[in-house]
């Protein structure tokens, strides 16, 4: 088992930046990869970033990219999203997963990869 723990959202004025940040504990020697998706109200939930735990290759959804950032320590385990000139549109609760089970053939942009979730952190973008 693994349990994800985020923290770093609220509420920030448009062209303001965040930094959230994912803890994980538990069984996390296994972790393949972990990502943020994010979903806003009465919308699907949407991939944001992925990273594979090993070596590092890091995915985003295209729309984002150039502004959000997603990072890892492996000593802490933790994973970060830093968002960058933030938008309205960018309101959401941004949850953080993880894969154990996943391998090279995974796709990461999908959220049915991803075994573990934490329970979410709310961002509000205001114009």
């Known amino acids: 088992q693994v349990q994800l723990v985020e923290t770093g959202g609220g509420l920030v004025q448009a062209g303001g930046s965040l930094r959230l940040s994912c803890v994980a504990s538990?069984?996390?020697?296994?972790?393949?990869?972990a990502a943020w998706f994010r979903q806003a109200q009465g919308k699907t939930r949407e991939f944001v970033a992925a990273?594979?735990?090993?070596?590092?290759?890091?995915y985003y959804a295209d729309s984002l990219k150039g502004r959000f950032t997603i990072s890892k320590d492996n000593a802490k385990p933790t994973v970060y999203l830093q968002m960058n000139s933030l938008q309205p549109e960018d309101t959401a609760v941004y949850s953080c997963?993880?894969?154990?089970?996943?391998?090279?053939?995974?796709?990461?942009?999908?959220?049915?990869?991803?075994?573990?979730w934490g329970q979410g952190t709310q961002v509000t973008v205001s114009s």
């Open positions: 538990g069984r996390t020697f296994g972790t393949y990869a």
């Open positions: 990273v594979r735990w090993r070596g590092g290759i890091v």
């Open positions: 997963a993880a894969s154990v089970a996943g391998n090279y053939s995974s796709d990461l942009r999908r959220w049915e990869t991803y075994e573990y």
